[in-house]
Each structure stands twice: as C-alpha cells, then as structure tokens.
C-alpha cells in the first residue's frame, strides 16, 4: 500500500476536527491527489456532512473491525463508496462503533486492526484521511498507531488546551510500545485575529510546539457552516473564502511532507 495514512484528532470535542477531514480531502483532491475518507466517529458527523447515510448502507466501517483478517480484501470493496462528483471516496461510519470495544475484547492485537487492515485497501489512493472518535478507547488507539501522519486541530481558545495535554498523554503510552514515535503536526483552528485571547493562545502553540505546528492558520469562516447546512465541503460553496484558502495551504503543507 503506498497510500500516506493521515489521522485527525483531538480528544476535546468542537475543535474542527470533522471539519478539517473533510476540508483537508477536499484541498488534497483539488490538488490531484486520490483521498479516500473513512468516518471512525460513532457520532457519524462526517458520514452525515456528506449526505451518506450510515442506516442506508448495507456495508460500513463496523464490518471491517469484525471481519476475519483473511477477509479484509473482500470486505474493502463493498465498503468504499465511489463519489463520482466527487474525487474522493468514502467508508461509512456506524453508530455501533460505540460499542466496538465489546466487540473486540477477545480479539489479539485489537490496536493494530485498521493497520494490518489498510495492508489490503485496494490500489490507487494517495492518501487516507480518518476522522477519529475524540474519546479515548480502541477506535482512536487503531487510528494513531495506522497513522504515517496525526494531524491534531487545536481551536484558539485557553480551554482547548486542555484536550491537547490529554491527547499527549495517550501518545506518550503509545509511544512506548510502538517501534517508532506517532508523527504529528498541530493546526491552529477557528482563528479570529480580532480576538486579543485568539492571538495569545497562537503565541503561546507556536513557543510550546516550535516546528510541530503547520504554518497554516485556520480562521473563522460562516461558509464552513454554509457547506455543512448544505451537505457540502467549503469548495461548492465558496472557494475563494479564507477557510477554503488556509486548507489549500495546509494540504500544499502536507504534501510537502513526503
């Protein structure tokens, strides 16, 4: 598989993070690339922004943490619905991820599903975008340890700190079973330079995180919530706007990674 596996998380909720998978698929496929976006939230909140409807489909992401390893290159193709207006694909999410942890308690290496999983995702995409649950638990560590790159939304605001720390706290467990450490970037999100506690928090990221932090900058934008009401990404609705200018940096930012 040569497709780079790209995480975005935050375990405090109202981040961006949903906002930031599917904006940052969006700008990578604007840019050439072949995204497919897999809905790891239980909430769904993804699935839904883009009109898929998990109760509609005879096939969703539940199945591929349940199925027999060896039939994980069957299960891939009726799990990827292909979006022709669209050029990128998606998986559904399901609400009865919720209770995944029950249904792989017995299961060896339950942390290292979506990995050995992904080893057998059909050919042709250049990246995998996933929208991680932000509670803690088996969804988020499958998410972190597949991950070539986490991609950590941070909204500008004092409290949101606080789901950062608790964010580390987990790589840091991670980081001491797995072979390498979880390669991360941290993105400033719902950015008002108006805001005089906006600009403090950015100073106080960029001195505490140093080159961990993209240089794109996502401010504000009311066309984010235009393209959701709409069932749409911010590029049909204005792809002019700044918020759709700051991800067509940061999937340049991205790229320019590998």
Known sequence: MD???????????????????????????????R???????????????LRVYPEEQQHTIHELFTADPAAW?????????????????????????????GDVRERPNKGFILRDALRSVPAGYDYIMLDCPPQMGVLLVNALVAADLLVIPIQTD?????????LFDTLRTLNKALPSPIFYRAL?????RRAKACTRVLE???????????SSIIPLDTQ??????????????????????????LAKEVMAIW
């Open 204 to 214: 106080l990221l960029r001195s505490k995180m140093g080159d961990a932090m993209f």
């Open 158 to 166: 004092f409290l949101a700190l606080h789901g950062l720390k608790l």
């Open 224 to 249: 984010f919530r235009e393209a959701s009401a709409l069932g749409r990404v911010v590029y049909d609705v204005d792809p002019d706007c700044r918020g759709a200018q700051a991800y067509e940096n």
């Open 73 to 101: 290159p069957g299960v891939w193709p009726r799990l990827i619905l292909r979006q022709e207006e669209q050029a990128w694909d998606v998986i559904s999410g399901d609400v009865r991820l919720a209770e995944i942890e």
């Open 188 to 192: 400033p999100t719902m950015y008002d």
């Open 3 to 33: 497709a780079k596996i790209i995480a975005v998380a935050n375990q405090k909720g109202g981040v961006g993070k949903t906002t930031t998978a599917l904006s940052l698929t969006a700008a990578l496929a604007r840019q050439g690339a």
């Open 35 to 49: 995204v497919l976006i897999m809905d790891l939230d239980p909430h769904i909140c993804a699935s839904i922004h």
